[in-house]
């Protein structure tokens, strides 16, 4: 009995320790932005190619978490317009505020991106997968807008949600840079979370990712 008790414990024990490990794997490691084994040799660390302990860049300053990357200015980028949107009239000043201009470390294609651990190196994205589609250049006009006020939007706006409004397991404004959209409004780029791919806050399975933000 003493036994069996011990063994249903053990059991328990391992169950709980795996299920335990396996969440903690089911981060970055192993996704996309898990560089680590594609540049062998320089490195095996995971978050460098985006991240360092010390010595970060001194830029970007509006949003600077330790950045290991190089980052484009907002120069040259042209953001998303449309007559309808915040009901006409508001131009997006700077595209890239908050965590956008992290992303295009990499993802407009004009920075390598093995630039943090490789230096000189001409590893754009579209040289690392020359068959990618997550190139998205500076142009950003047929893209959805980032870069403007959230909750001056939903005031002019009544089919979208306020920005207290339950998302992604917070609040829609805990994913605004201050109350501006960005790409990690949709994004988490440090995680799958399991609903195929694409970094997406929200599974988009019957676009639940969009009808979050939009009443339709
Ligand atoms: C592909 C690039 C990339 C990699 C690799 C990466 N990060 Fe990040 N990280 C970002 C970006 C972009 C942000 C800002 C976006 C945001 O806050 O949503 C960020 C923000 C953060 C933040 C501050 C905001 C928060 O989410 O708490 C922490 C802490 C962090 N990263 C830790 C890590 C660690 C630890 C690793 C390695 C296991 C890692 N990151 C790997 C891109 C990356
Ligand atoms: C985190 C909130 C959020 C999510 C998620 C979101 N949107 Fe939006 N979207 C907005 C806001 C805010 C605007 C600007 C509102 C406006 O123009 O009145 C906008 C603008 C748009 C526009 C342009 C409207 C115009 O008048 O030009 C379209 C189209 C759109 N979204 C479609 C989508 C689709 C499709 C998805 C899912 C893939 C999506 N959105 C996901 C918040 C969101
Ligand atoms: C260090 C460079 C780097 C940074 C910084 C970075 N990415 Fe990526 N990202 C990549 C690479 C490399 C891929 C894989 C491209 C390929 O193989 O086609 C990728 C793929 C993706 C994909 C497609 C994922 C899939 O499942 O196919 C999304 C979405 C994405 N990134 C979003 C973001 C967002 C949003 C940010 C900022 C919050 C960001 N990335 C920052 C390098 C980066
Ligand atoms: C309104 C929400 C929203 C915003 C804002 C947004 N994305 Fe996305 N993104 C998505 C969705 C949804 C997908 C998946 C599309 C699909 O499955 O075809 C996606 C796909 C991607 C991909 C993969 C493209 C592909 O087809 O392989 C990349 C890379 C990416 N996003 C990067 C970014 C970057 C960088 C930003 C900011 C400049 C950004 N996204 C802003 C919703 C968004």
Redesign the pocket.
């Known amino acids: 009995m003493k036994t069996m008790r011990m063994f249903l414990v053990l059991i328990f024990a391992t169950f709980f320790f795996l299920g335990f490990a396996a969440t903690s794997f089911a981060v970055i490691a192993n ?3 898990d ?1 680590s084994s594609d540049f062998s040799g320089s490195t095996d660390e995971i978050c460098i ?2 991240h360092t302990p010390h010595n970060a860049k001194a830029t970007p300053t509006d949003y600077n978490p330790l950045w290991n ?1 190089d980052t484009p200015l907002s120069a040259g980028y042209i953001p998303y317009a449309s007559s309808t949107f915040m009901d006409g009239g508001t131009t997006i000043s700077d595209p890239l505020v908050g ?2 201009r ?2 295009m ?3 407009d294609g004009t920075i390598a ?1 093995d630039n ?1 651990v490789n230096g000189t190196s001409t590893d754009y ?1 579209q040289v ?2 020359p ?4 190139l998205l250049g500076t142009d950003l006009s047929n893209d959805h807008p980032i870069g403007f006020d959230y909750v001056a939007a939903q005031a002019l706006d009544l089919e979208l949600y306020p920005a207290g409004t339950a998302y992604a397991g917070g609040l829609i404004s805990d994913f605004l840079f201050g109350d501006v959209m960005t ?2 409004s ?2 988490d ?1 440090h995680e ?1 979370n399991g609903v195929g ?4 806050l929200v599974d988009n399975n019957a676009s639940a990712l969009c009808l979050s933000c939009h009443i339709k």
């Open positions: 996704t996309p932005h560089l190619f985006c990357m965590p956008s992290l992303c470390s990499c993802h991106i943090a994205i690392f997968n068959s990618t589609t997550a790409c990690a949709c994004h780029v799958e791919g694409m970094f997406l």
